[in-house]
């Protein structure tokens, strides 16, 4: 019996389905340029272009939103890492069983 043929998975590229999306699809675009120039710093892009940029990730979305608006835009921290996201869970408390 012959070897199975492995084939590489199909790139499927489909448009932006919102403009917080297409946003965020510019910041990986940009992302390997953004590494030589602001590297460690956040980042706000809109209209597909950087617009702003700090190192306090609230201080430059409201910055953001007073100069254009309450508009969705993309603001990402400038590392070769995506940062990692803690998702904050609890632990139920079960009344203790009488013997």
């Known amino acids: 019996m012959s ?12 448009p932006p389905r919102n403009k ?6 510019a910041f990986q675009r940009l992302l390997p340029g953004l590494l030589k120039t602001h590297r460690g710093k956040y980042v706000a892009v809109h209209e597909e272009r950087v617009v702003g940029s700090g190192d306090d990730e609230i201080a430059l979305t409201m910055g953001i939103y007073a100069k254009y608006g309450y508009v969705p ?3 990402g921290l400038v590392s ?12 139920a408390a079960w009344p203790e069983q009488s013997p």
């Open 80 to 91: 070769e890492r995506p940062p990692v996201a803690r998702v904050p869970h609890y632990r």
């Open 20 to 25: 917080w999306e297409r946003e965020y699809r």
């Open 3 to 14: 070897e199975p043929e492995t084939l590489p998975a199909p790139v499927i590229d489909l």
């Open 73 to 75: 835009i993309h603001v």
